[in-house]
């Protein structure tokens, strides 16, 4: 036994320190391993670098920062939409320049290509176009002031306000294409914000000012500059005899249209309407119509429906330099008479032509510019004193101001371009649809098996049927679930609806676009009612 314990001893000895070394070996192997992955998955890249933290938020305010805030509730974007009807437009050639005193050129002058409008009048289509543009709120009852050229022929114009996806519709007021103003109304349940109006002779080379507007459609849009000059129609070609503008740096791009231009202070000071480009987008210099001028078209509109002007029934041309030709005559101002309507104010006053008008109630004439527009702002029928030189002697004639539309009607309606018609008014339906019963044949071919159903035979543009998608040759299955076999079915369901509610027609589709796979297709349309 004692010896057989001895032979133990050393193998249990050798055995414990095979394990400890075993443990050993272990422990110094998951060491190192660790140290490689986590060399691995750490490298150390830049172990000189702190790690950057986020401060908290804090609004950083400046002037541009307080008046944005200030106006953008009352800029409003705009969309309207017309069938555009076929017809070939009248080329304007620069080459004929003949001016009468009510600032229109017989045959008015092309708009350079350099010269654009932010929404032009398209090309004539067969199909419905669209277009955008901007407008600001002037009175808290919805009153809003764009530009003409925006809702120009339009069918439909829809408003949405800042911070609110409800589309309003729009009706037009009035407009004035000399000075491409119009006045936009929408009817809202509250009171609106309206824009604060600034005096635009104020305004100076070099003010900073602020452009707010839609360009492409992209709503609160701001972008900021300076004046760069300050224009008159006689500097920009394609511009009416009515306008002079404000030139800009700041930002301006296609659907800028109709936005207002802001001083320092908030204020309007300029309507943006045209840019000078190449390229069709914004390169550095835009112009907005003076808002003094904006806000005397705005209340003649507001007053009357329209701007009333005033004339005498002169004409007289642009051809060579005024200038030159007042020199010529030994004269340094004063306006060459071409010829004399002989039933206008001038005429009946005894002014013949090659007369030169050289003073308005003793103020002096400095060309036909400053004549056109100075007689233009005289109440109709007050009277002038206008001094003429006539070969080398001065006479006064007392004559009485005409109303320029009235005297230049022929010649106006012959230039100006056709009068945009107002949205067509919604059927007595509510819809804008013209309908008849299904033939046996239609309802067959539309898979209709029962007698349910009417057919559409027309839609109206810009009504509520042809907001939400409705079309020749759709049968009209249901109204809000309310079935309808009849013309007067349909009629019956809709007396019921009042401005604003919800609607749900239940339509069936043939043809070409409606069919899958050779079947007609059925689905919902749905829309709110117009509120006005």
């Known amino acids: 036994m004692p010896f057989l314990q001895k032979m133990k001893q050393p193998k249990l000895l050798s055995f414990a320190l095979l394990l400890i070394t075993l443990v050993i070996g272990i422990v110094i192997g998951t060491v190192v391993n660790t140290g490689v992955k986590a060399e691995r998955q750490s490298p150390a890249a830049a172990p000189d670098a702190s790690p950057l933290s986020i401060p908290q938020a804090v609004p950083i305010s400046n002037e541009f920062t307080k008046l944005t805030k200030k106006v953008e509730p009352s800029v409003v974007y705009i969309e309207s939409d017309y069938l555009a009807k076929p017809g070939k437009r009248t080329i304007k050639h620069p080459e004929d320049s003949d001016e009468d005193d009510n600032g229109s050129a017989q045959r008015p002058q092309d708009p350079s290509d350099m ?10 289509r067969s199909f419905r176009t669209e277009g955008s543009g901007t407008g600001f709120v002037v009175d808290k009852n919805g009153y809003i002031i764009t530009n003409h050229h925006v809702i120009e022929n339009a069918d439909r114009i829809k408003v949405r306000l800042a911070g609110d996806d409800t589309e309003y519709r729009a009706r037009v007021i009035g407009f004035d294409s000399e000075t491409d103003v119009a006045v936009l109304k929408i009817d809202t349940k509250a009171a609106l914000v309206p824009v604060q109006i ?14 707010i507007g839609s360009p492409f459609g992209l709503q609160a849009t701001v972008t900021a500059g300076i ?5 008159t129609s006689r500097d920009l070609p394609g511009a009416n005899q009515f306008q002079n503008f404000l030139q800009t740096d700041a930002a301006i791009n296609p659907g800028n249209s109709g936005g207002p231009l802001l001083n320092i202070r908030g204020e309007v000071i300029g309507v943006n309407t045209m840019i000078a480009t190449r390229s069709g987008s914004y390169e550095g210099i835009g112009f907005a119509l003076p808002s003094n001028m904006a806000v005397k078209v ?15 029934g002169i004409r007289w041309s642009k051809n060579g330099s005024q200038t030159d030709t007042m020199q ?4 340094d101002h004063g306006v ?7 039933s206008g104010p001038a005429g009946k006053a005894g002014i013949k032509a090659d007369d030169i008008i050289v003073a308005m109630n003793d103020h002096p004439i400095k060309d036909g ?16 004193n206008f001094t003429v030189d006539r070969n080398g002697t001065r006479t006064n004639f007392n004559v009485a101001i005409g109303e320029r539309d009235v005297i230049w009607a022929d010649e106006i309606s012959a230039n100006r371009p056709e009068t945009p018609q107002p949205a067509k008014p919604l059927t007595p339906a509510k819809f804008g649809i013209t309908i008849m019963r299904l033939t046996e044949k239609e309802r067959q071919d539309l898979h209709i098996d029962d007698k349910s159903g009417v057919k559409i035979v027309s839609v ?7 907001d939400i998608g409705m079309q020749e040759g759709d049968a009209i299955l249901s109204i809000n679930r309310q079935p309808v076999a009849s013309p007067d079915d349909v009629m019956k369901v809709q007396a019921a609806f009042k401005p604003g509610q919800a609607i749900a027609v239940h339509v069936v589709r043939g043809g070409s676009l409606g069919t899958h796979h050779g079947e007609p297709q059925r689905f919902y349309l749905s829309g709110r009612l117009p509120e006005n």
């Open 227 to 231: 004046v760069s000059a300050e224009r």
């Open 460 to 466: 109206d543009p810009g009504s509520f049927a042809d």
């Open 115 to 124: 010269f654009k409008r932010f929404f032009g009048s398209p090309e004539p």
């Open 336 to 342: 060459l008479v071409e010829s004399v309507s002989p």
């Open 328 to 331: 010529a005559f030994g004269l």
């Open 198 to 211: 600034g005096n635009s002779d104020s305004v100076q080379v070099g003010d900073w000012v602020i452009a």
């Open 369 to 384: 510019e400053d004549l056109v527009n100075r007689v233009a702002d005289m109440p109709i029928g007050s009277n002038a």
């Open 298 to 312: 705005y209340n003649d509109i507001i007053k009357q429906g329209r701007v009333i002007r005033g004339s005498i």
